[in-house]
């Protein structure tokens, strides 16, 4: 009985010394560049739209900042725009303020999570007929060494989520044949002119009931109506671009600021995680070992009532020992929040102006 009791005793305090490894992914995946030069033709523009701050399903329990979520939403989405870019494979990428913009791909996302430690994007790509080319979470896990200074000169820490969101849509559209690129570019076209000119370009397309659209015919090349639409077209693109200069304006004004925020909420999710665990690991096996003690107090044998003692005592000390590590916790939740309500004051006013 005393030897059963004093190895559930030493069991929990090694248990209270074991420490919790994480591994965590810092290697950015290689961006994939087309295999062959695709045709100017076959080129499909796409849009990126600023993205689902999430902010509707954050848990209560989580700290979400609503005007820095909003500048992320842009932050990010000019970030997958830049990586779309350097890869080389597409037309001309934009971002765009909301998903009725008529481009041949259509990017849209929500953030899940953005602490400084992770990134959860939930992204959908689909193309101008309503096909659906990706449905998908993408993760990324960084660590300290990526906001050290001077490691890694103006290269976000998440850059391995862009460049998986990159590579994913690369294959896809390598997969695609010549004839369905070239469809796609005329779906999109149609689908803009349809919008400015219905009564005349109303029976170019067909869409069934889930919502797939399809070309039932196009119009002649030299026809009057489809080049006063292009020019349309081209000014609305004219617009666009216009926009891209802003949106990257405030993803550079907001670099520095936001990447120190990251990294200080980086430290404190770390340092807050590791006592919560503490705290938990230290107060259940301190309550098991004064369990342990009590029941060997009501023993026959003095040695085994000795041993009880000693457990009741032990457990003692490490239960008072997690509470002491849940109340420092607390201090870290709390840097936490001044870090987030810090940074939502500096961002607000450019969110603002942004958005005016």
């Known amino acids: 009985m005393m030897r059963t009791l004093l190895s559930l005793f030493f069991g929990m305090a090694l248990l209270t010394g074991c420490v919790s490894e994480t591994v965590k992914s810092t290697s950015v995946p290689v961006l994939d560049a087309p295999a062959t030069l695709t045709p100017e033709a076959e080129l499909l523009d796409v849009g990126v739209v600023i993205l689902d701050p999430g902010i509707s399903a954050v848990e209560d329990e989580e700290q979400v900042y609503p005007e820095v979520r909003k ?143 399809s070309l039932r015919r196009l119009p002649a090349e030299d026809d009057p109506m489809l080049n006063r639409v292009r020019g349309l077209r081209q000014r609305h693109y004219v617009f666009v671009d216009t926009l891209q200069g802003h949106y990257s304006g405030f993803a550079e004004d907001m670099y520095s600021p936001y990447q120190e925020w990251r990294k200080a909420s980086y430290e404190e999710t770390v340092a807050l995680r590791e006592l919560e665990s503490e705290a938990q690991r230290e107060m259940i096996a301190g309550g098991a070992a004064i369990l342990a003690g009590v029941l060997a107090q009501t023993s026959g044998s003095r040695t085994t009532r000795s041993a009880g003692a000693v457990g009741v005592i032990g457990g003692g000390a490490l239960l008072k020992s997690g509470l002491e590590k849940r109340a420092e916790s607390n201090i870290h939740s709390l840097a936490l929040e001044e870090l987030g309500q810090s940074l939502d004051a500096e961002i607000t006013p450019r969110v603002i102006e942004l958005e005016d």
């Open 71 to 213: 500048a992320e939403a842009t932050f990010m989405a000019t970030e997958l725009a830049e990586v779309l870019t350097e890869q080389g494979g597409w037309g001309a990428v934009r971002v765009v303020p909301d998903d009725r913009q008529f481009s041949d791909l259509l990017v849209r996302g929500t953030i899940l999570r953005s602490d400084g430690e992770a990134l959860e994007l939930k992204i959908l790509v689909s193309d101008a007929r309503g096909t659906l080319w990706l449905d998908k979470r993408y993760q990324g896990i960084t660590s300290r060494y990526a906001y050290e200074q001077g490691t890694r000169v103006k290269q976000d820490p998440f850059l391995a989520v862009y460049r998986m969101i990159a590579n994913d849509m690369l294959a896809i559209f390598n997969r695609l044949p010549s004839e369905e690129r070239v469809t796609i570019r005329q779906v999109a076209e149609m689908r803009f002119a349809r919008d400015f000119a219905n009564g005349a370009f109303a029976d170019y397309l067909e869409e069934d009931d889930k919502g797939q659209i």
